[in-house]
């Protein structure tokens, strides 16, 4: 079974600078997909990226980017220019048969 | 394009009864994927279902069932409820099954188990 974890419950950070969250996986699969998901107090699940795993190439969404290693099972976020709606619920996620979630990491913007 | 709708939003229900939610995918998705967030388990995946079939089932009792209907839209059934089954209940979609999905949330369903 996939396992992916978080090991940061809660990290906080001034607006304006950038934040890296980490997640790990765990899988014998080679093509599989990863993605990070934002859940602000609303509770409203929203995809930030996606990265799928044949691809070198880290993914980036305007202030949002994945260092994505695979040989090491590594799947980090980087938020740039922090800004105060970024206080959320992160969960990094797995994808295969279904999508697998993290614990998360409850990320608080300071202003 | 209208995004996933869950029903109903809240709800209370006391212990021994059941329940049933509802799901109503993105136009055009034909998975839906069910889980449950808790704030000691986090979210666990419930079951999936592909053109009314159950493709994928996560570690939950029996008691946890669900269905897809032929327009893609699912429900999911708690019976026997128990004060462990108070949590979020999330319903996603995606346009297709398997690994290349990228699945889109609904708002979902918080049921209160007394």
């Known amino acids: 079974a996939q396992t992916v974890t978080q090991s940061q419950p809660e990290m906080s950070v001034q607006e304006a600078e950038t934040v890296t969250l980490s997640c790990t996986y765990d899988?014998?699969?080679?093509?599989?997909?990863l993605f990070w998901y934002k859940q602000p107090p609303s509770r409203q699940m929203i995809l930030v990226i996606r990265?799928?795993?044949?691809?070198?190439q880290n993914a980036t969404e305007n202030r949002f980017s994945v260092n994505f290693q695979k040989a090491a099972k590594s799947f980090s976020l980087k938020i740039s220019d922090s800004q105060l709606g970024d206080t959320a619920m992160y969960f990094c996620?797995?994808?295969?048969?279904?999508?697998?979630f993290g614990k998360g990491t409850h990320l608080i913007i300071q202003p | 394009k209208a995004g996933v709708t869950q029903t109903p939003r809240y709800l209370i229900k006391t212990r021994g009864q059941q329940v049933t939610l509802s799901c109503s995918p993105i136009?055009?998705?034909?998975?839906v994927s069910w889980y449950q967030q808790t704030p000691g388990q986090g979210l666990q995946f419930l079951f999936e279902?592909?053109?009314?079939?159950?493709?994928n089932k996560g570690n939950f009792p029996g008691r946890f069932s669900g269905r897809q209907f032929s327009n893609s839209r699912s429900e999911m059934n708690v019976s026997t409820l128990e004060l462990g089954d108070s949590a979020l209940y999330l319903c996603?979609?995606?346009?297709?099954?398997?690994?290349?999905?990228?699945?889109?949330f609904g708002e979902g369903s918080w049921l209160t188990v007394v």
């Open positions: 136009s055009g998705h034909r998975s």
């Open positions: 899988t014998s699969e080679n093509n599989y997909y």
């Open positions: 996603a979609s995606s346009a297709d099954s398997g690994r290349r999905n990228t699945i889109y």
């Open positions: 279902y592909f053109s009314e079939t159950q493709r």
């Open positions: 990265q799928e795993a044949y691809k070198q």
């Open positions: 996620a797995f994808g295969l048969a279904f999508v697998t």
